[in-house]
């Protein structure tokens, strides 16, 4: 697959405008990495496959949702791509949540930088979700935390009717395993077009045995 916006054009519909946007994204984490660790080393060479595009998979699987929340964000991922993919569409916004200052920085020059509709909240994910109240149609996470974790942290917001969107990886079906015996969930897989053996899973009921 290339490395450039053709590969998230392979998920799905690019602007324009979205690809100049994902350019100064990708531009602004080659630059930060070099002072800071936002990404694993050996997946900077394919920042457009390994990150960009297997992001743009969140919004690909619940493309009606305007209103996000992205758990444990980092460099961003899938959260800052489905805010550049949304930017244009009116109503919509990404809330990010990352506990990490230095990442949460990122985040916030990004959202500067490309004008984004984007809020970045340095805090943990457990005292954000507690305390919400503003509607949400999804949440997204990606290499956060196990399938059961995962449902303890989203399931307020999927009660209240956001989707959940998790990025999986090749223990799926073990934390699956797990995470039914904590939880009755009503969900959905598809194939990962990016990373073979990964999956991205959308869970629109959630409840806890
Ligand atoms: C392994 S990284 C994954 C980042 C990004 N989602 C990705 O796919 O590249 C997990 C991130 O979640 C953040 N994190 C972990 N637990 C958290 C919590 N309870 N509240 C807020 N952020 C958390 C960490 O600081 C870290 O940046």
Not at 54 to 73: F, N, V, Y
Not at 95 to 105: I, P
Request: with cysteine.
């Amino acid at each position: 697959m290339p490395e450039s916006v053709e590969a998230v054009r392979s998920i799905l519909d690019v602007s324009r405008e979205s690809a100049e946007r994902l350019s100064i994204y990708v531009d602004l984490l080659r630059r930060w990495q070099k002072r800071i660790n936002l990404v694993s080393g050996k997946t900077v060479e394919n920042l457009w496959t390994r990150h960009v595009a297997d992001s743009a998979q969140a919004l690909a699987a619940t493309p009606h949702a305007k209103r996000w929340m992205d758990l444990g964000s980092g460099a961003g991922f899938p959260g800052i791509v489905t805010a550049i993919l949304l930017a244009e569409t009116p109503g919509a916004n990404v809330d990010l949540v990352e506990s990490d200052q230095r990442k949460a920085s990122f985040l916030r020059t990004v959202s500067r930088e490309t004008g984004i509709p984007a809020t970045v909240h340095v805090a943990r994910i457990e005292d954000v979700v507690a305390d919400w109240d503003a509607p949400v149609d999804a949440v997204s996470a990606r290499a956060l935390a196990s399938l059961s974790e995962l449902c303890g942290f989203a399931a307020p917001l999927v009660v209240q009717g956001a989707v959940a969107v998790f990025h999986k990886g090749r223990d799926f079906s073990r934390e699956l395993e797990e995470a039914n015996r904590f939880w009755i969930i009503d969900l959905v897989e598809k194939a990962s077009s990016i990373e073979p053996d990964s999956r991205i899973v959308v869970i629109r009921h959630l409840q806890r045995r």
